[in-house]
């Protein structure tokens, strides 16, 4: 019985705060100066409808004067003008009273609204009962810095009209997301994928340190654990110390997101015809003795876009474009270089961070002072910032519609990289498990529709429920369960579930390209077991070494392969040639 009453006192409290949030809303003040000329603007406004109304269409709402008269607060009769504020919106300064006394006087003299000019952060101007019913003109808080910007821009001769448009359900930019999001799971667990299997399937041609490819990071039950761990402590840190830590994270974007362009247009600056000429003798660090000189401007033009993102990060009308791209480039790079060796890790993996979004986002706001979410209040930039820096590791598209919400509170619409890269981890081990059983890619195109189909559902709730939302509470299950149902409807869920040993059932190269040393011996991953009759392999390998690869014998062509490497797919069982001689 205490712990149902208990229940329904949570219960209440919630939706107490859900009521007070909903008696705040934002609203516009359109400018014109009496002068004409320029066109007039909008300024955001933060009004209580309790008071009164404002109309949802400009072209309903009355073009008054508005008339400064912040030099006073408005808290007493001896504030008012001789005349009043007749047929006027009076601007006045916040502070000294409640607002109810502000509102009853200047409506008293005769003005149709109340702007009320605040340095600090805008509150909802509240009341009581009776005094709603009292007051029938709108008032509303304005910003100081907007209030200087009004005055610069239009003079001190200007009208002012208020209202209040609708929020459209979703923004147009929601698209642009969408595409960029589902984008880049698609091709980073294409590209990681193929790449994780090439590292089996072809050897590696010994053409310049630069062509060789870092090795994969398999993700184990404890790098989970740490990493879980780190994120939280990481998450509270921020909260608490966002002024000082934002740079911290803002110069580790910049490095990693360089690092993460260089490594996706690598592989297409290697394909330019000109550049390959190679400076030797140099001090450069991180570069190999001989790197070549595309590969140095490639690295040169990395630095510069990461450099001038940093420096115009704070530009709204294009530094998005260069963060996104940076942030493309930085989740496919991660994407590449960590690894899920297992559907077992998978799990672990996206459940524990399942529980991590859902708890920052709708338990927090019960624990913190001001009922905020503490991973809202991170990935947007706490209210009360001083340095008003944002987090860079989100992808964010400005909002196309000309709403209030996108004036006054969000500008943007965001998708942290987390919701990119944790799903797209499953997909890329979705792409190792397609071509291991040989499937047509089933596994890959499934995970990568229910990622789209789980950021849709993310996309609606947020509609729905005008609040941010954990997008791994629906990614996580729409990809997990098509990826579990669909192995368990292949009848291979005991494969998928482990890996079956992935990286080493796939089928080795059983040569070695020839060196200046002669034969290397063999590593134990490199013996496979030969078909092929002792005496045949006896006599090919009395073959000199400096004999081309083609076959001696034309009727050998049945039993031998070129130089290129096989896939699994193609491979046959007569072995290519005697493992540990020179091709």
């Known amino acids: 019985m205490a712990a149902a009453v208990a229940a329904l006192a949570w219960f209440a409290t919630a939706c107490l705060i859900l009521a007070a949030q909903v008696a705040c809303e934002y609203g516009m003040v359109h400018v014109v100066s009496e002068m004409g000329g320029r066109k007039g603007k909008d300024y955001c406004i933060l009004y209580n409808p309790q008071w009164a109304h404002l109309p949802h269409d400009l072209s309903k709402a009355s073009l008054l004067q508005l008339r400064d008269w912040t030099t006073s607060t408005l808290c007493s009769s001896s504030d008012l003008p001789a005349k009043g504020f007749s047929n006027q919106i009076p601007l006045v300064t916040r502070g000294n009273c409640t607002f109810y006394d502000k509102v009853r006087l200047a409506q008293g003299s005769g003005a149709h609204g109340l702007l009320i000019v ?234 524990v961070l399942f529980i991590y979004d859902v708890f920052f986002v709708f338990i927090t706001p019960f624990l913190t002072k001001s009922g905020n979410s503490i991973m809202v209040e991170v990935a947007t930039g706490p209210a009360n910032s001083a340095t008003h820096e944002k987090l860079p590791m989100v992808l964010k598209v400005p909002r196309l519609n000309t709403s209030p919400l996108a004036l006054c509170d969000r500008p943007f619409s965001l998708l942290g990289f987390g919701d990119i890269l944790v799903p797209g981890l499953l997909v890329a081990y979705c792409h190792r498990f397609d071509i291991q059983v040989q499937s047509s890619r089933v596994y890959f195109v499934a995970c990568t529709i229910a990622y789209g189909i789980g950021l849709l559902v993310t996309f609606m709730a947020l509609a729905l429920m005008q609040r941010g939302q954990p997008a791994l509470l629906y990614l996580v299950p729409c990809t997990l369960i098509t990826s579990g149902a669909l192995a368990l409807w292949r009848r291979e869920l005991g494969m998928f579930w482990t890996g079956s040993g992935f990286a080493k059932e796939l089928p080795q190269p059983p040569w070695a390209p020839a060196t200046t040393e002669g034969p290397r011996p063999l590593k134990d991953s490199e013996v496979v077991l030969s078909q092929q009759p002792p005496g045949e392999a006896q006599d090919k390998s009395t073959l000199p070494t400096e004999q081309p690869p083609e076959l001696a014998h034309p009727e050998d062509a049945a039993g031998v392969s070129t130089q290129e490497p096989t896939s699994p797919v193609s491979h046959t069982s007569e072995p290519t040639d005697v493992p540990g001689t020179s091709a």
């Not at 999001?181 to 790449?195: K, Q």
């Not at 803002?250 to 000109?274: D, K, N, W």
């Open 118 to 351: 605040s340095k600090e952060t805008l509150v909802p101007p509240g009341g009581n009962k009776t005094q709603y019913e009292e007051i029938g003109i709108p008032v509303a808080l304005l910003s100081h810095k907007d209030m200087l910007d009004i005055f610069k821009s239009f003079g001190r001769a200007v009208r002012a009209a208020l209202y209040a448009p609708h929020e459209p359900m979703l923004d147009y930019n929601m698209v642009i997301i969408f595409v960029m999001a589902v984008g880049t799971v698609a091709l980073g667990g294409y590209w990681a994928g193929s790449r994780d299997v090439k590292k089996y399937m072809k050897h590696k041609r010994d053409d310049g340190p630069e062509k060789q490819e870092d090795e994969a990071v398999d993700v184990t039950p404890v790098m989970t654990c740490v990493f879980v761990v780190m994120c939280c402590s990481m998450l509270v840190l921020l909260y608490y110390f966002y002024d000082h830590l934002v740079y911290v994270i803002i110069g580790i974007f910049c490095l990693a997101s360089s690092t993460g362009l260089y490594s996706c247009l690598s592989p297409l600056v290697q394909r330019l015809p000109f550049g390959k000429c190679r400076i030797c003798e140099n001090s450069l660090p991180y570069f190999h003795k001989c790197p070549q000189v595309r590969m140095l401007l490639l690295a040169l033009f990395c630095v510069a876009v990461s450099v001038v993102w940093g420096v115009f990060r704070n530009e709204d009308q294009w530094a998005w474009i260069l963060q996104d791209t940076l942030g493309i480039a930085f989740c496919l790079y991660m994407l590449k270089t960590i690894r899920l060796p297992t559907f077992k890790a998978c799990t672990l993996l996206l459940m």
